[in-house]
Structure formats: structure tokens, C-alpha cells
């Protein structure tokens, strides 16, 4: 049986569906209300608040803290400051991905490192030889996403001593809510404005109450899974065990992935550094990576004429769906879609999926399998750029 | 960047030396490096007191291979071996004892007093012994094969092996395959229903082993034990000297190929970059470039400490952390003023030029154990003693005497106390023990130093006082030996090798891991 | 043999089919598991094969381990992978993370075992191009698991299952709960080396398809062997109960039929024996029909036991101290096994000959799941216990019997206060009880050591362990033959499948 987090009192009172998913072994509310797009429209327009506290979070010290954290990300970690954060996958040493997050350096020696699933004993394991503990805080710190374009406005309300128009996308500043500490980085897992607040788990009712209150004239919503499914989709975001298999699951060879082979190539930093599984990350650039991941926008008008031969009106998924389907390229299948979602934003129907590598440019063309009344058929579609949406509020500073 | 050396070799145990000769037989230009002030490492003679040599480690160098012997030419260099009818003697109280001896005829007569079936039965336990020991030195010539290191000409030496056991016949070959993951004690029990003699031939079985002789694998360190001989106890050779004179003829041999012999010289530091060893640094901080390294240091202290633990991928600091050591041997050593008289043996000091053995039964061993599982030591330990003065006069002054007794179990990890409060009871235990069938022992005690595994490790180098550098259970012998994953006495830092008991087939006064490392060595470059 | 069309006949010495898989009404009204009490390792294709749910078979999960703690606390593991986690962390968090790395591990290491579960064991000595074609096989297998499977393979085959656990977890009551799998029915402790094989031995299970899952089977582990009877029946074979064997009749070496123990002669070309090697070869047969090897290897076969079993009738449902009422822990496993040292303590005394008087005990409620065992609100309460040394320093089985089943229920009262109040009848078996009622030599409950000496080309005699015998028409197929014991139906498949062959010569 899950248990709830620190904001369960609350989450637990708004969440009139009483739809709830275990993550973590938490009860995490999927939608709060019977039509979860309210809330995703609430991030895109005003503001949505989600509770995060089911995520991992170690805290990493000591005089070689650095050294650890960077020997663990692919990131090159010695180039974030205090008060900085980074999303970085961590890979094994075969260079296949653990499990990914992000990164804030609170102090010159203390960080904060959130994941997706345990990761104590890996962190443990790589910090033998260097002045570094690691230590689990999960239970102890709470969290909360608060995303959406009036996401500053609404904290600006609470917190009026910190400046939080000039706080910097994926940078953290400390803040006090009474005589309590927390901390608010500007990150999230929705592509849109947003912050995420940290506090000590017996505070976070306070902290919830305090937001909810603030929010009330600038739309705020509580946030479930199902709308949060759908933005990080349409932010191009992907999930662990959705849309790749953590090295630590992974069962046989071809359920192993690279970063590079995930689309986090670019949080590679492979210039002079020695990080767990370098070696391996530099053989494959040098020999070229197998699979790609990918954005495909799938075609309207194929959607429309597969429907319409069985005289019904596209069927897509309302919600994010995470049944992984094939995708085919001249007859053969060439990967899988793992996430896909008709975005309401963008009016599209969208997905995230792992192709062949000669199948990767964005415009070309791959077929994807679509089930009509239960029968199988296959709907165009093209390799798009990610993130499908990214509005420019998302990293700009207030207009002051 | 110019190099000192074509390769360093690190510690100046037995092993190391014959690494160095080897190499330095084949023209390369070798330095080695020792900490302590003389070589010889777990298998040192040292004048612990004035007048008084001690064999401070194992004292016998009956393992070592007679390749090593005749390729380094060895007697040569002063290696001299010294008769001794005796191989073990066990008193027994109440004025019994049991001998066996060099000739199988003697031992056969005095086990007809103890049992009938067990006289006629030892030759043929002997005779399978001995085959079965020849096969696994035939082994412990060559490098483990395993999945990541297979090359042809390997591959086809094990064949030859296993065709040669093959030729033991069929139904040999399975009783070999049978008995190696055996329990001694089971073993044993097959073949004898002596108590005592299967306690005397026990107390070998557990060698380097926190294990009793039931734990399955110690009939495996039985036969070990008797690789290369036909005694049917152990491979027994006492050189002339000390067991130290092994190292010392290996030095002279090396040093006449003109390799390099530093004693008192730490190394602090193996320096690598990229994964690439590069040389060593010394305690003084000054540096040493060599093209090769060779640790005959153990094997996480090689790696851990002086490869650095940052230096090493996590998988590799698991299965370094996972390396049983199990250090569980302690020594007792006496400077004596006369020859004790044990009560049993009839005054005929013959019986005393081997091993004197405390292990009555096989239970008793069990038993022993028992205690160190629980994190003490022994309160009846197994004694291995020797009195090497009674065949070498040029140990002790006349008519005074060295007894050096090999003590188990004494645990390195003592639960509830530390080897500082404990080492001189254990002194005092051992010297007891001994006393109860050489009533006047005590009396005759001049000096006496007790070696307790902590000292082993912080003097001898053997960390957590483990004399076979990992101990030999079956989990972690051959293509698991130092540790998975290491093949071809290769570590994960390239051009770092382990030349050491650690690496197969393991301890000993063998000096297979060194000759077989140095054979890799001379491959590869 | 009968699903091929075989004219069988089943002879059996007791009243009820199952040996050690058995359910009796030993007391009114209560129906115990009387030996083996759970069932993981029964062979899948053995079940598709004979069509065992038709005639009966249901296993049901077994999902829970308790481990109640002296200090009236308690570790919990069930199939809620995060309340597992949570219960873990209690004890340890790296602990709790490495536990599902290790679950995985151990999934890779049963898969590698299963194929080994499915064939006979090839000679190794031998130079036939047959045998040779096997053994390249079998090395090819493991060869092809890559090296890192290999290492642990290896590390199974050879350690101590504390030591291989302790490679993973560090929190102690974790540490001996798990490694008490590899001191079941085997005269080892946990820290003996080669006890890791024997916990490798109870993750080969393979229920539905989930690698080591356990259950229980309804109506009792004789609702299996009911099942593979009436199975059997279906094809056309009989069986006999009330008719041991007494000889084996054979003639010019070959095998001509048996006597029974009454006297009556049946007649046959093919005779299976399903006993311990001691039985099967020097007991049904005269040894000097025999080579002289094997009348040593088996006179050598180690089958001494060292488990007993107490079988309690309940008025009431137990009560622990640790989680006082009902609750799903009374549908699971209760593991007296609070740290490794308590488990070595144990075995200590069993190995000079005494039984422990603070045993390991595996405790089942198995009418909690399945009601048809017990009358209503009534409870059967199966205790598998180690260590009951089959020979005892002082005095004898039966003079100690009793004393033995008072150290049991003492050391449960300390968990379960009320459990003394609440016991209508006690049945206590001490290995010496399991060779006097089913036969097993030494009371061995796998037939003989799952030793490395004693697995696969050496189970149970080097040469012998492709189900022959020397005598023609004479075969093995219990326990003592390859894979081993635990109700898996294994042994007796891949002898059916070499006489079959044979046949067909
Ligand atoms: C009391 C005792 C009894 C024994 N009994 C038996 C027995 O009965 N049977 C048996 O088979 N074996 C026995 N042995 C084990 C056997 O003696 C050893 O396995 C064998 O001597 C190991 O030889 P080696 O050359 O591999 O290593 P060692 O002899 O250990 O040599 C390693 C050397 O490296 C040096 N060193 C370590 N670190 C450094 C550093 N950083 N810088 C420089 N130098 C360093 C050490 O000082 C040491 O001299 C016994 C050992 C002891 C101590
Ligand atoms: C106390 C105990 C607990 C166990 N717990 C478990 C468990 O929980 N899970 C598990 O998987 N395994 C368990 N086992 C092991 C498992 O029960 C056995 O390995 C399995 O039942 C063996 O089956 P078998 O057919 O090989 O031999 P057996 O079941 O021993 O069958 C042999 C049969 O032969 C009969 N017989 C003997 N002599 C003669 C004769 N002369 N003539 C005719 N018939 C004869 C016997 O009466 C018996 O019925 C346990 C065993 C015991 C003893």
C-alpha cells in the first residue's frame, strides 16, 4: 500500500476524483478534478501546483563533494556555481544511463541531487576513495513544483524579501517561509516557467497552504500526473522506464541505452573528464550511435482517413498514453514511439520515441502503427525538433 | 617522458624476487622495492633476538616449484635443503603420540598402533594425494583462462592438463573432481577412523582460511598442500638457514642478471594517468618511471592504496571490497635455552625435525573455529610449531634453541577487544597449550615475540594479516583469483600486474604467481 | 511413462501416495502438510505435460516473509515492492536499495540454472562423441552468460550464503532471513561455505513464470501428489498403496521384476526406483551384484539429516508479539531468523550432536489461505525446523523427540505469546521419524546433501547419474538424482525421458 507525503492532508482533501497512482510508493493524484485538462491549462495559462516529494533526493557533502558529483554526472559539474543547477543523466560504466536529474550546488561543498529511483548505494559506490557522504533525505525534505506563467507572481506574493525576477532558469535561491528555511530553484518537468520548492517535510502543509492561498487570484490549480504526463511530453521531457530503461532494470542487452542514445547528447561533457562511463560515451561517438531519440508529429490528415474508412472521428489519446507502439520506415520497423499525446495546446497529435539512427533527421518520414476499431494500421508521421513547445517565459528573466 | 626502468616491481617477498629474476633473466632492467629492511616477505628468517633466528612467517618452502628452482638456478645461489626424517609429530597426552615420518614404511608401522585399517589403507591416500597434488601444480603453472582472456596457446596448455588428468583414468578423475569442493573433515573421514590422525592431517586443510575443516573446499587446501610431494601431510623442504634463504638465493640469482634490490624503501604511491601505470612514487616522495609495474603487495592494498580508490571504477571497488581476506594466523615465537621434551616422545628428538602438531580431532579444529566465527580467538587453538634450530645449528647458539608456532584461529577482526590487549594472552595461551605436552617449555623461555595478524599487516604488509593475500576458499581460486574480472595477472590500471600470492594459484612459498607474471609480462611487451 | 502408453504400475510401502508430499488428517479435523509444507521448484512443463490443473492442482501465493525481531520489532517483505522497500530501510537504506538490484541478479542466476534443471548430466570423463556433444553444450551455456554472470554463478556454486549476502546487504536480520534458503535440509550453516548453492537451489522455482515465487498448494502439499496421480490414472497406471518393496529380481543382470515385502512377485522389464541410493542399490538389491565403486560412492553418499518438522493443530489464530492480531503476515512465511549469528549458534551444537535449542524455524499457516486445512477459525501451523542432527550425542530420537518439539514451541512463544495456550495436538518429526515413516535414509529431506560433491554428474554416484543403473532394465528417479530434491517432479521427468529412450533402441 502507498503512503502519502508530507502533503497528503491536502492533496488528499482537493482530489475529488480520488484517482491516485503509486509513485514511489506514494499516493501521487493523477487529476484532482473529473477533466484533467483543466489542469494542464492551468500550467500553460496561470499556474498549476504539484506535489514532487516522491522523488529521491540525496544530499552529497564533504570536501570532495565536487569531485563525487562530477565523477557521477555526465555534466560537467565543475562548472556550476553556488546557487546553480543542472539536469544531467548518470550513466554505469559501460556509459548505459542509471537514471537522470538535477543537480543544485546549495554550498562550494554541499549538493542536492534528485532522482527518479534509488540511487544511495550507486552514489555510495563512487565515492569510494574521496571525502563525500551521501545522504538519503528523501523522507525528510518535501517538495513542490509550482509551473505555469504566474508561477513568479504567485511566489513573488509570499516571499517579498528575494528577488525572483532576477533568479535565472535552473538557478536556486534559499528563501524563509516564517522561521523556516527552503529553497526555490527555477525548474520543473512541464517546459513552461516554474519553480520547485524544497522544504523540511514538517513545514510543507504550511508551505502548501501558503502557495494555494497566494495563488488564488492568479488561476493556480493542484496539479495531477495526467496533465503533467501530457506537459512534459509536449516539453519534449522524457521518463524513466517510459521512454528509456534505467541500466539497473534493464534485463537483456537491447533494454540498455546511452545517454547520446536518449537525446541527452548534449548533456554530455566528455572534454577532459573522467566521469563513470566516459570511456565507453567516447567510443560510441567516435563509431556513432545506433538509435536516436526523437520528436514525431504524426500525420492529421492520415489520422483523419484511417478513421473515416471505419466512419468514425480520430480517436487519440486524451491523456499522454504510455503503450509503446512500432514505427516502420520502408517495411521494416525502425524503433518505437514511447510516449505520444494529442497536445491541446498545439492542436497536434505528438509523440516521443527511440528510432534507428539513419531515421533521425527532423522532416523525415516513419510510419506509426495506430489501432482502428482493432485493427492495426500505420499513420504517417515526421521526425520533429524538440521540444515541441517552448514558450520563451520558460528560461527569460522578469521584465523589470 | 623517459623511464627509470623497464619495470618496477613492488614488495620483496619470495614472489616478487622470482618475478624480478625472471625478468631480469630476459634482459629487462628491474628495480624492486621492499619496505621492510629484508626480503622474504611472509617467508623472512630474522634475528628476532640477539643470536636467535626465527622463520617469522611460514617456515617451510616445500611448495616451491622445481621450475623456479632450476630456471633461476637456485642451488647455485646457495639454496641448500636439509634432511628431515620427520614430517609431523602429534603428542597426545598420556604418552601417546603419533608420528608420520619421511619413509611411508616407518609411518605405516607406527599408524598400525593406532589403527589397523588406517595403516593399510595410507600409501593409497598418499599415492592419491600425490597424483592429485601433482595435477594441481601442473595448474598452478599456468594463468587462469576466463571469458575475457582465452589466447589459443592457453587454451591449449589447460587442455594439456586435462588430458593428463584423463589419463588419471575416468573414474580418478571424477573422484578428483569429487573431492576438491569437499569438506577435509568429510574427506578425511572417508579414509581413516583415527581421531587423531585425522586431526594431524587436518590442521592443514584450513590454511589461511577463517573455515573449520567441514567448510566445503578445504580438502581443496589439503591437497594444495601437498603439491609436489608424496608424504601424504605436506610438502615439506627445509632450506638451509631459513626459509629466508629462498628469498636470499632468488636475490642473488635476480641481482646477478643485474636486476635492482632496494630494502627500506616504501612505495606510497603507484602514479598513473588515464588508466596507465606510469611508475611509483616512494615514501620520500621521489618518483620512479618504469614502463611496467609489478605489485607482489597484496592485492587491495596494491590497488586501493597506492592505485587510489578514485582511480577505480565503482564495479572494481566492489569486488575489491568483496575480496575475502580473512586474516586468521597468528606466531608465537621462543628463543629457548635448551631443547624442550615433550612427555610423549621418548626422548628421541628425531620426531621434533618436522611439524609439532596440536590438533587432536578433527572436532577440535571445528571447534576452534567456532570461536573465531564469533570474533574471538581460539580458546584451544591449533598449533603448527617447529623447532628448526634441532636441524640448523646456525639458528641459535649452541645448545640453545628457536620454536616458532604457527597459532589458529586468531581472528583479524576481534569483536568486544583489540589485538593490543589481546596479543600477549594469546602469547601466553600458545606457550600453555604447548606446555601441556612439554612440561618444561616455560622454563626454557629466554625471549619471546608474539605476531598477531594485525602485526602481520602493519609490519609484514599482509592486509587484515592475510598470509595468502586473500584467502584461498573456492570462491576465490583461479579465474575468481585475485578477484573476478582481473585475467592474465593483469589489473584494470594497464601496465599494472599483481606478481603476489593474491594472484593463482596463490600462497605459499611457490613463487608460481611471480614466474607466471613475469612469463605475462614478457608476453605482452 | 503412462502418458507414452506404458503399462506402469506404482508401488507404494505406506497407506497414502506423496511421501515426503503429503497431507494427513493426523488429528480430526486438522489436515497437516505432514513434511513439505510449500512449493516453488515443481517443474512448469511438468504441469502443462500431465495436465495438473485438471486433475486438481491449485497453487496459491505465498507472498510474505515476517521476521520477528527479539527486540519486539520486525522486518517485512511482501510482494508491495515499496512497502518492502520502506520495511528495509528501517534497517538499512542502502540495504533497502540494493534489494532490488539483488532480486534482479537472482533472477538472471535462475535463469542460468533452468537449463541445467532440464537435461541429464552428461559424463565429463567420458570420450563418446554423444557425451562430448553434451558437455560442449553445457559449457557453451554458461560461457554464453558473460563473464560478470559467470562470477556469480561461480560466487553461488562456492560460498557461504552469508558471506555471498553479505556482498549486498549489510542489516542483519536481512542478511540471515535471506540466507536461512540456504540452510533448509542441509547440514550447514549459514556461514558454510557451499550453503549459497542451496539458496540458489530455492530461487530455481519458477511459479507461472515468475522465477522464485512460493505457494501453497490447496488441500496440502499431498494435493500435488494427488494430482500427478490422478493424472497418471488418466493415462492408464495403477497404484498400490500397503505394498513395500522388499527385493529387486533380477536375472543375468537384468532386472526381472520385485518382491514384495508380503512376498508376492510382480513382473516387469522395467523397475524405477524413486528411493535414496542406499535403498535403491544396497537394500532392494544384493551389493554384490553390484561394482565395487558404487556400492563405495554410494555407501559414501552423504545423506544425513539434520531438519525435523512440528506440526501444531491451533484452537485459535496465533497472535504475535510483533504485529499482535490477524493481518496478511499470518498468510505468509514467519522466519525465526533474527540475525546470522543466531542461525550459526544453531548449527554450532547441531554439529557435535545435539539438536538446537534456539533453532531457525520457517513457520507457515497454511490453513489462513487455504480454510479446507483446519475446521473454522481453527489453524494448522507448520514448523520446519533446523537443526535436528540425525545422530545425537546423547540418547536417541525418540527419548529426545519431545524435548526437541518443547525447544520449538519455546522458542516461538517468545514471538508468539499465546501459542501455548492455543495448541490442540503436536506432531514432532525428527529425521530419525522421516527415515522410519517415508524411507528417507538419514532422514535426509532432499535424498542427500545438495553438496557441490553431490550435484550433477556426481549425484548420486560419479557415473551414475544418468538415471541407470549397472543392472539392465533397473532405474533411478528420485531425489538423489539430478537436479535434487524439493517437490519438483524434475528428477523423475528426466528419468522417464532416458528409459523412454531407451526403450526405443
Ligand atoms: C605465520 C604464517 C604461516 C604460514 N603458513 C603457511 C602454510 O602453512 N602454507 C602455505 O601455503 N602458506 C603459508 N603461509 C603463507 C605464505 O608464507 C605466503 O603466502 C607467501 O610467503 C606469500 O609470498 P608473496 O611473495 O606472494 O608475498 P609476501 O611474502 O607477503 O610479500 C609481499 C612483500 O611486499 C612488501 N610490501 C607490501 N606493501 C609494500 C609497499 N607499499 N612498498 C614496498 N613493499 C611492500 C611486504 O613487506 C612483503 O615483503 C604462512 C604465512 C604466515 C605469515
Ligand atoms: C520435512 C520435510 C520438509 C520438506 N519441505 C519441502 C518444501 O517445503 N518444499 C519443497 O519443495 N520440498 C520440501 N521437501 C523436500 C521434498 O518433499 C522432497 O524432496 C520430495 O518430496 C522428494 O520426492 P521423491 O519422490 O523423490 O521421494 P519421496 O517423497 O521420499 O518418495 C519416496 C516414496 O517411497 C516410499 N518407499 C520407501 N521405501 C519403499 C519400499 N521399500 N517400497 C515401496 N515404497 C517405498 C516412501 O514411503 C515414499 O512415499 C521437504 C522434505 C521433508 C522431509
Redesign the pocket.
Known amino acids: 500500500m502507498p503512503i502519502g507525503s508530507p502533503f497528503h492532508s491536502r492533496t488528499d482533501a482537493l482530489c475529488r476524483t480520488q484517482e491516485w497512482r503509486e509513485w514511489s510508493g506514494y499516493f501521487a493524484a493523477i487529476s484532482y478534478q473529473v477533466s484533467h485538462e483543466v489542469e494542464y491549462y492551468s500550467v500553460r495559462n496561470a499556474a498549476g501546483l504539484l506535489d514532487v516529494s516522491p522523488l529521491f533526493k540525496y544530499e552529497i557533502t564533504g570536501s570532495d563533494a565536487g569531485q563525487l558529483v562530477d565523477r557521477i554526472m555526465t555534466r560537467n559539474i565543475g562548472k556550476c556555481q553556488v546557487g546553480q543547477v543542472v539536469y544531467s543523466p548518470w550513466c554505469d560504466e559501460r556509459g548505459k544511463v542509471i537514471d537522470d536529474g538535477t543537480i543544485a550546488r546549495l554550498g562550494e561543498t554541499r549538493f542536492r541531487v534528485t532522482a527518479a529511483d534509488p540511487n544511495l548505494r550507486w552514489f555510495q559506490d563512487c565515492s569510494s576513495g574521496l571525502d563525500a557522504q551521501v545522504r538519503d533525505v528523501s523522507v525528510e525534505v518535501a517538495a513542490l513544483a509550482l509551473q505555469g506563467p504566474n508561477a513568479r507572481n504567485i511566489l513573488k506574493q509570499i516571499f517579498t524579501k528575494i528577488d525572483l525576477d532576477r533568479l535565472p532558469y535552473y538557478h536556486a535561491i534559499e528563501a524563509k517561509l516564517g522561521i523556516n528555511r527552503l529553497e526555490i530553484s527555477r525548474t520543473g518537468y512541464t517546459g513552461d516557467l516554474g519553480y520547485e520548492l524544497w522544504i523540511g517535510a514538517d513545514n510543507a502543509e504550511a508551505l502548501w497552504d501558503r502557495v494555494m492561498e497566494a495563488g488564488q487570484g492568479f488561476g493556480l490549480q493542484p496539479l495531477g500526473l495526467a496533465a503533467l504526463d501530457m506537459l512534459r511530453v509536449e516539453a519534449g521531457l522524457l521518463l524513466i522506464d517510459v521512454d528509456y530503461t534505467s541500466a539497473q532494470h534493464a534485463r537483456i542487452p537491447s533494454q540498455y541505452s546511452s545517454p547520446i542514445e536518449i537525446g541527452l547528447g548534449w548533456a554530455v561533457d566528455l572534454a577532459h573528464r573522467d566521469f563513470i562511463g566516459a570511456e565507453a560515451l567516447r567510443a560510441e561517438k567516435q563509431r556513432g550511435s545506433l538509435r536516436k531519440f526523437v520528436g514525431l508529429e504524426v500525420s492529421w490528415e492520415a489520422l483523419d482517413e484511417l478513421f473515416d474508412e471505419v466512419d468514425l472521428p480520430p480517436q487519440v489519446a486524451g491523456r499522454a498514453s504510455r503503450m509503446p507502439v512500432p514505427l516502420y520506415a520502408g517495411g521494416k520497423q525502425i524503433g518505437q514511439a514511447t510516449s505520444m499525446l494529442f497536445s491541446p495546446i498545439l492542436k497536434k497529435y505528438i509523440a516521443l520515441a527511440t528510432v534507428e539512427a539513419a531515421h533521425s533527421q527532423v522532416g523525415g518520414r516513419v510510419e506509426m502503427e495506430i489501432t482502428v476499431e482493432y485493427e492495426r494500421k500505420r499513420a504517417e508521421a515526421r521526425v520533429a525538433k524538440l521540444p515541441f513547445f517552448d514558450p520563451k517565459r520558460k528560461k527569460a528573466l522578469a521584465h523589470s | 617522458m623517459s623511464q627509470d626502468f623497464d619495470a618496477i616491481v613492488i614488495g620483496g617477498g619470495h614472489n616478487s624476487l622470482t618475478a624480478v629474476a625472471y625478468l631480469a633473466k630476459a634482459g629487462m632492467k628491474v628495480a624492486v622495492f621492499e619496505q621492510r629492511g629484508l626480503l622474504g616477505g611472509a617467508a623472512s628468517t630474522e634475528e628476532l633476538f640477539p643470536g636467535f633466528r626465527f622463520n617469522t612467517g611460514l617456515s617451510d618452502a616445500g611448495l616451491l616449484l622445481p621450475d623456479v628452482i632450476d630456471d633461476l638456478g637456485l642451488t647455485a645461489h646457495g639454496l641448500d635443503w636439509l634432511e628431515a626424517p620427520a614430517l609431523a609429530f602429534a603428542p597426545l597426552g598420556a604418552e601417546k603420540s603419533l608420528t608420520l615420518w619421511q619413509d611411508l614404511g616407518r609411518t605405516t608401522e607406527e599408524l598400525g598402533q593406532h589403527s589397523k585399517s588406517d595403516a593399510q589403507v595410507f600409501a593409497r591416500y598418499t599415492q592419491q594425494n600425490a597424483a592429485f597434488g601433482a595435477l594441481l601444480q601442473e595448474m598452478a603453472k599456468l594463468a587462469p583462462p576466463s571469458l575475457q582472456y582465452k589466447p589459443l596457446p592457453l587454451l591449449l596448455a589447460w587442455a594439456k592438463v586435462a588430458i593428463r588428468a584423463r589419463r588419471l583414468g575416468g573414474r580418478r578423475m571424477m573422484e578428483f573432481m569429487r573431492v576438491l569442493p569437499m569438506g577435509a573433515a568429510r574427506y578425511l573421514d572417508e579414509w581413516f577412523e583415527s581421531v587423531a590422525l585425522k586431526g594431524l592431517l587436518g590442521a592443514v586443510s584450513v590454511s589461511g582460511l577463517l573455515q573449520g575443516p567441514r567448510a566445503a573446499g578445504t580438502a581443496f587446501m589439503l591437497l594444495y598442500q601437498q603439491m609436489g610431494s608424496t608424504g601424504g601431510y605436506m610438502a615439506m623442504k627445509t632450506a638451509q638457514g631459513g626459509v629466508g634463504a629462498v628469498s636470499a638465493a632468488l636475490a642473488s640469482a635476480a641481482g646477478s642478471y643485474g636486476a635492482e634490490i632496494h630494502t627500506g624503501v616504501r612505495v606510497a604511491h603507484i602514479l598513473s594517468e588515464n588508466g596507465k601505470a606510469l611508475g611509483v612514487e616512494l615514501v620520500d616522495g621521489s618518483q620512479v618511471l618504469a614502463k611496467v609495474v609489478l605489485s607482489g603487495a597484496e592485492v587491495r592494498h596494491t590497488l586501493v592504496d597506492l592505485v587510489g580508490a578514485s582511480k577505480l571504477a565503482p564495479s572494481v571497488m566492489r569486488r575489491l571490497r568483496a575480496l575475502k581476506l580473512r586474516g586468521s594466523t597468528a606466531s608465537v615465537h621462543l628463543a629457548l635455552s635448551g631443547l624442550p621434551k615433550f612427555s610423549t616422545s621418548d626422548n628421541d628428538n628425531e620426531r621434533l625435525t618436522g611439524d609439532i602438531v596440536i590438533c587432536p580431532s578433527l572436532d577440535y579444529a571445528e571447534q576452534a573455529y567456532d570461536d573465531a566465527k564469533y570474533g574471538r580467538f581460539s580458546a584451544r587453538p591449533i598449533l603448527i610449531a617447529r623447532i628448526p634450530s634441532l636441524l640448523d645449528s646456525t639458528l641459535a647458539p649452541d645448545g640453545e634453541h628457536t620454536l616458532s608456532i604457527t597459532l589458529r584461529y586468531a581472528p583479524y577482526h576481534l569483536r568486544g577487544s583489540d589485538w593490543g590487549n589481546e596479543k600477549e594472552r594469546l602469547g601466553d595461551l600458545a606457550v600453555k597449550v604447548l606446555s601441556e605436552h612439554a612440561p618444561g617449555l616455560k622454563k626454557l623461555i629466554k625471549q619471546r615475540k608474539v605476531i598477531t595478524p594485525l602485526d602481520y599487516e602493519r609490519d609484514y604488509g599482509l592486509t587484515e594479516g592475510s598470509m595468502m593475500h586473500g584467502q584461498m576458499s573456492l570462491d576465490q581460486l583461479v579465474m575468481m583469483r585475485p578477484v573476478p574480472g582481473f585475467v592474465g595477472y593483469r589489473t584494470p590500471i594497464e601496465g599494472l600486474y599483481i606478481n603476489g600470492a593474491g594472484a593463482h594459484p596463490g600462497g605459499g612459498v611457490t613463487g608460481a604467481p611471480g614466474r607466471n607474471a613475469a612469463r605475462q609480462v614478457l608476453k605482452e611487451i | 511413462m503412462a502418458r507414452a502408453g506404458k503399462k506402469v504400475l506404482v508401488?507404494?510401502?505406506?497407506p497414502v501416495l506423496?511421501?515426503?508430499?503429503v497431507s494427513e488428517e493426523v488429528y480430526p479435523g486438522f489436515r497437516y502438510s505432514v513434511?513439505?509444507?510449500?512449493?516453488?521448484?515443481l517443474r512448469p512443463e511438468i504441469i502443462r505435460d500431465l495436465q495438473l490443473p485438471k486433475h486438481g492442482l491449485t497453487i496459491l501465493p505465498l507472498e510474505s516473509t515476517l521476521t520477528p525481531l527479539p527486540d519486539g520489532d520486525y522486518l517485512y517483505r511482501d510482494s508491495d515492492k515499496w512497502a518492502t522497500y520502506r520495511n528495509i530501510q528501517r534497517f538499512s537504506a542502502r540495504d533497502a536499495d540494493a534489494y532490488g538490484e539483488y532480486g534482479r541478479d537472482m533472477y538472471f542466476m535462475a535463469k542460468a540454472v533452468k537449463y541445467i534443471l532440464g537435461i541429464r548430466p552428461p559424463d565429463p570423463t567420458s570420450l563418446h562423441p554423444g557425451e562430448l556433444l553434451r558437455l560442449a553444450k553445457l559449457g557453451k551455456h554458461f560461457l554464453g552468460l558473460g563473464a560478470d554472470k559467470l562470477h556469480m554463478l561461480v560466487k553461488l556454486m562456492t560460498m557461504s550464503s552469508a558471506e555471498f549476502l553479505e556482498e549486498w546487504f549489510e542489516s542483519d536480520p536481512l542478511i540471515a532471513t535471506l540466507s536461512s534458503s540456504g540452510i533448509i535440509?542441509t547440514f550447514l550453516g549459514p556461514r558454510s561455505p557451499g550453503s549459497a548453492y542451496v539458496l540458489l537451489h530455492h530461487y530455481m522455482g519458477e511459479i507461472d513464470g515468475v522465477f522464485r515465487a512460493w505457494g501453497f498448494a490447496k488441500g496440502g502439499t499431498g494435493g500435488i501428489s494427488e494430482a500427478i496421480a490422478s493424472s497418471a490414472r488418466a493415462f492408464g497406471a495403477e497404484m498400490r498403496t500397503d505394498s513395500?518393496?522388499a527385493e529387486v529380481a533380477i536375472r543375468n543382470g537384468q532386472v526381472k521384476g520385485v518382491v514384495l515385502e508380503n512376498g508376492a512377485e510382480i513382473d516387469a522389464d522395467i523397475v524405477v526406483s524413486?528411493?535414496d541410493p542406499k535403498?535403491t542399490f544396497l537394500t532392494l538389491l544384493n551389493p554384490e551384484e553390484l561394482p565395487n565403486e558404487l556400492v563405495d560412492s554410494v555407501r559414501g553418499f552423504d545423506t544425513y539429516g539434520s531438519?525435523g518438522?512440528v506440526n501444531l493443530a491451533l484452537d485459535a489464530a496465533p497472535d504475535l508479539a510483533c504485529l499482535p492480531g490477524l493481518g496478511p503476515h499470518l498468510r505468509g512465511a514467519i522466519s525465526i531468523s533474527p540475525n546470522v549469528d543466531y542461525l550459526e549458534r544453531a548449527y554450532d551444537q547441531a554439529k557435535y550432536g545435539q539438536f538446537s535449542e534456539k533453532p531457525y524455524i520457517d513457520v507457515v499457516l497454511p490453513s489462513m489461505i487455504d480454510p479446507h486445512m483446519a475446521p473454522p477459525g481453527k489453524h494448522v501451523m507448520s514448523c520446519?525446523v533446523q537443526y535436528a542432527p540425525y545422530q545425537l550425542n546423547e540418547g536417541t530420537w525418540p527419548e529426545q523427540r519431545e524435548a526437541f518439539g518443547d525447544a520449538v514451541v519455546n522458542t516461538l512463544s517468545e514471538y508468539i505469546p499465546n501459542l501455548k495456550k492455543i495448541i490442540l495436538h503436536r506432531q514432532v518429526?525428527s529425521p530419525w521419524d522421516?527415515e522410519q515413516t517415508?524411507?528417507?535414509s538419514g532422514g535426509n529431506?532432499?535424498?542427500g546433501e545438495l553438496s557441490l560433491s553431490q550435484l550433477f554428474f556426481l549425484r548420486p554416484a560419479p557415473g551414475y547419474a544418468d538415471y541407470r543403473t549397472p543392472i539392465r532394465g533397473y532405474y533411478q528417479c528420485?531425489?538423489a538424482t539430478h537436479p535434487g530434491?524439493?517437490?519438483t517432479g524434475a528428477?523423475g521427468r528426466l528419468a522417464a525421458l532416458e528409459i523412454l529412450k531407451d526403450g526405443k533402441l
Open positions: 508401488l507404494e510401502k505406506r506423496g511421501g515426503a508430499t513434511f513439505s509444507y510449500v512449493v516453488s521448484l535440509g513395500g518393496v524413486s528411493l535403498l531438519s518438522k520446519f518429526l522421516i517415508i524411507g528417507l529431506i532432499f535424498q528420485g531425489s530434491g524439493g517437490i528428477p
